[in-house]
């Protein structure tokens, strides 16, 4: 055990604040897909900040949208107010990954300046910001996908943006447990929970793969058919779950498969945290590792019902960025699991 330092404090302040922002634009990201305004702004714009000021500007921007396949094909009676509502939540949703860039690197610089950063965390830190200007780049790489003759963001890019937007944030966060927790690391060799340990590594995988299936969901739009549950136009293996050739390209491509995969694996994942949960309670009894096995019990419900309300009422915005923001924070809970367990 060791004292928790003042420096140490400040430094977790300003890691939460951009793990809210992170968080934040996750579940903006989420609503910029589900209102179709993610291919409202065709160019990356890089250093830009400001929207367009005036008519003209405005008119500029919306001939710019009208060149690529978006307007051409969906959106052709489009209106320039009608652009302006899809455009402000790309924009803000590019906008605030710049903000947290700022909100990152100046108190940072801050920190680093007044030695106030613990031995070991700067490399930490500085690969954090790195992955954080490799993830804009990725944003960008996905949105350019939807700029071709099919005006749809592969799913392909799409899973790995959001993907990696969680590794990004679940560093951030497990940075933020090391610098509040006055336990010690213990290695797996001395620990005595080494097999719930290990167990936790695989739920936090299932739970991972789960979320990237979700991805591919939201990226083909699965979500809009078979809007039942439990079966699937009344069978539970419902037809077309095979219909493409090679085989392969089922779970990826068929958008019967995928959303089949996904509701499968979530209810899987659901079912097996519950069981997580129950014998956490029962075999722990020290306060932090009992408060996060209830908050993972508690987390993987509420996640299991929005799944399940936003799939029978046909994916609404509000419902969708709910299910969106309940799979990372049940990706919190569980990660504030293992590190209980990675202590004892």
């Known amino acids: 055990m060791h004292d928790i330092s003042d420096a140490d404090r400040a430094v ?23 209102t179709g305004s993610g291919l409202s702004m065709v160019t990356w714009h890089p250093t830009g900040m ?18 690529f396949p978006e307007f051409q094909k969906i959106n052709r009676d489009m209106t320039l107010e009608g652009f302006k509502q899809i455009f402000w939540f790309e924009y803000s949703h590019r906008m605030l990954g710049r903000l947290i860039g700022l909100v990152f690197l100046l108190p940072f610089i801050y920190f680093w300046l007044r030695k106030m950063i613990k031995p070991g965390l700067t490399p930490r830190l500085i ?7 490799l993830q804009g780049l990725l944003g960008w790489y996905m949105v350019k996908s939807g700029l071709v003759s099919n005006p749809h963001v592969s799913q392909y890019r799409l899973s790995a943006h959001l993907l990696s937007a969680i590794l990004i944030y679940g560093f951030i966060l497990w940075t933020i447990f090391n610098l509040d927790t006055a336990n010690n690391y213990r290695r797996l060799a001395d620990s005595g929970v080494a097999a719930w340990r290990k167990a936790s590594l695989g739920l936090v995988s299932l739970l991972l793969v789960t979320i ?16 039942t549950f439990p079966l699937m136009g009344g069978q539970l293996i419902p037809e077309g779950i095979g219909a493409l050739s090679p085989w392969y390209l089922n779970p990826l ?58 799939l029978l009422m046909q994916v609404p915005v509000l419902l969708g960025a709910l299910h969106q923001a309940g799979a990372l924070l049940l990706f919190s809970v569980l990660l504030f699991n293992i590190h209980a367990l990675s202590r004892v």
């Open 12 to 34: 977790s302040r300003w890691l939460k604040v951009c793990l809210v922002l992170i968080f934040s634009m996750v579940i903006l990201g989420g609503v910029t897909r589900l």
């Open 50 to 67: 400001l929207p367009p000021l005036g008519s003209e500007q405005w008119l500029e921007e919306f001939e710019l949208y009208q060149q």
């Open 127 to 133: 690969v954090m910001f790195i992955l954080g200007g």
């Open 212 to 227: 990237v299936s979700g991805g591919f969901v939201a990226g083909l739009k699965a979500g809009l058919i078979f809007n």
């Open 253 to 310: 491509e068929n958008m019967v498969t995928v959303q089949f995969s996904h509701r499968w694996l979530a209810t899987g994942t659901g079912i097996l945290l519950i069981i997580w949960y129950i014998h956490g309670r029962s075999r722990f009894s020290e306060a932090t590792l009992q408060s996060s096995f209830k908050l993972v019990g508690m987390m993987v419900i509420v996640q299991l019902l929005l799944g399940i309300a936003t």
